[in-house]
């Protein structure tokens, strides 16, 4: 009986059979269960997976403390949170291009080490920061008759911005690019590892937040500090060594495109300033040598080359958005960011909006734990999808589903039980204070009190959330006449997100599969400033129309611009079809 010899082509090791009927044998696959478990826990995929994790359960557990410090700090007012939330959605918009051109000028393991590195300590020494001013927070506003607090709050808010432009950083380079070499460019493989990271970023989009919500609540603010502060130097060990071990089993991760071949437009731009700069330098060097003022001409050249260099950033910027607006898949990429432009989401708005109808706190926790559920069932889907019918149809099909979801929520707005009022936009009643009083509010919770109440009340009575700080203390009998409305709206919010999760994951891999490897830094650079464009163009529709009776009119809104984005790529899906189909 002759013996055969069959390697695994995953793990290189081989496996002897007596026979033909001995491959298939249950005793025979239950040996090599461990061997293929030990192969697949050492291997880029799984190794990616845990960084990932840490990476994401650091980032919820800081965006959702940092927002909750802001108003412990500023005496539970919402104004420095105002202005974080405005500080980080403009850095990004302005340098996204920025940080995706460096992304693409260095190499795969210093970009990924960088980035970690800091956002990392940043937030670290934010969180010695917030622990400093917490426990010495009277002391601290008599110095410089208070103008150390200032200081301090600025401090933070810098701090926090860096390590979201760095988080935004390490996002781009390996969630959009790393990934894709790790998968050696194929579909089926990239459309499993897209779908695994975007389940991991929903479970703890739930969990990292709850977890340090209950470390604040049951200890203090300054064990939470420390807590996030600890998470933060063992996640970047971890994740540095992890990411490394990635760097070094993953040969193509090392390997550039060569410059002359796959050299991108930013870089032929760069290129020519580069040699324009060398020309002016020799210019200037000549005329120095011939003057016999050095010192004076010195000065008078420093400043042009100091805008040389701010016309080159800019110059940057301007070429990338060209380079993100050149792109096969751009009608893709912005109809993702006109998604969101939407109240339609379990943010503070939406969850505000629902508290205000009389829905409780932990009524709403079990809701966002649903949404969750919904959102994991939309990366399952989005794989079956792709599978069966392509990467194009995918995001069609998603597309419907996730409108035809969302009419629901239009339903609401004209369901017994809304509080809509679009009386309430006259100029008659613009006395009304923050659309919180007044004879047009219907189910409200009535702002009581003096002048010196508190915003929030005191932490004990504090229901920590995902998103969001609610109330446990709201006054009683002021619940709607009907809840059909309200259910309504919570039905379509979170079916919907199936259908959107799909759709994102959908043009999320266009945009990898599309975009040449030089250029997929700069693209998805631009394409996050886009997607906080557009963000932040949602928080200026809540400004505008801030009452519970505006609510109905931000969900129309919200629905159009949901709609035009769809649009846009139904209209890609078109162009698409028609060009020559290759292999999904």
Known sequence: MSLRTEGAQSGGFAVEFDNDNDRDSPVIKAKNIPRLALIYLKGPKFLIY?????????????????????????????????????????SVLLLGALIGDWVDRNPRNKVAHASLFIQNISVTICSIVLMLVFLYKKWIEEIWDGWLTVVCYTVVIVLADVANLASTALTI??????????????????????????????????????????????????VGCGFILGWNLVSLIVEFFFLSRVYR?????????????????????????????????????????????????QELTRIPLCLHRLRGLLSTCREGWRAYYRQPV????????????????????????????????????????????????????????RKAYGLVNTGVISSGLHLVCLLLCVCSVFAPGSPMDFSILNMGNASDVGGMTGGHQRHGYPLRGGNNQPLLPDRSSIHWTNNTVLFENAPAGSEPESYISIILLFLGVITARVGLWSFDLTVTQLLQETICESERGVVNGVQSSMNYLMDLLHFLMVISAPQPQHFGLLVIISVLFIFTGHTMYFLYARKAKRKPRTNT
């Not at 990429?333 to 339609?344: D, H, R």
């Open 249 to 297: 089993i993953v040969p193509a991760l090392s390997v550039k495109p060569p410059a002359m071949e796959h050299q991108s437009y930013l870089e032929k731009k760069r290129e020519r300033k580069s040699s324009q700069g060398r020309t002016s330098a020799c210019t200037t060097e000549a005329i120095s040598e011939e003057s016999t003022s050095n010192l004076h001409l």
């Open 50 to 90: 845990v960084s990932g994790a840490l990476s994401m359960w650091g980032d919820r557990m800081w965006h959702f403390a940092i927002s909750v410090f802001l108003i412990e700090l500023y005496g539970h007012n919402l104004l420095l949170t105002g202005i974080f939330g405005l500080v980080v959605a403009g």
């Open 173 to 222: 380079a390996i969630q959009r690019d790393w990934i894709v070499v790790i998968t050696g460019y194929n579909r089926g493989h990239l459309a499993g590892m897209n779908a695994t990271m975007r389940r991991i970023d929903q479970v703890t989009n739930i969990l990292a937040p709850l977890a340090v919500g209950q470390v604040m609540t049951l200890a203090s603010n300054v």
């Open 330 to 385: 751009f009608l893709a990429g912005l109809g993702l960011a006109f998604l969101y432009t939407t109240v339609l989401g379990f943010d503070c708005i939406t969850t505000g909006y629902a508290y205000t109808q009389g829905v409780s706190g932990s009524l709403l926790s079990i809701l966002m734990g649903v949404s969750a559920v919904a959102g994991l069932l939309g990366t399952v889907l989005f794989t079956k999808l």
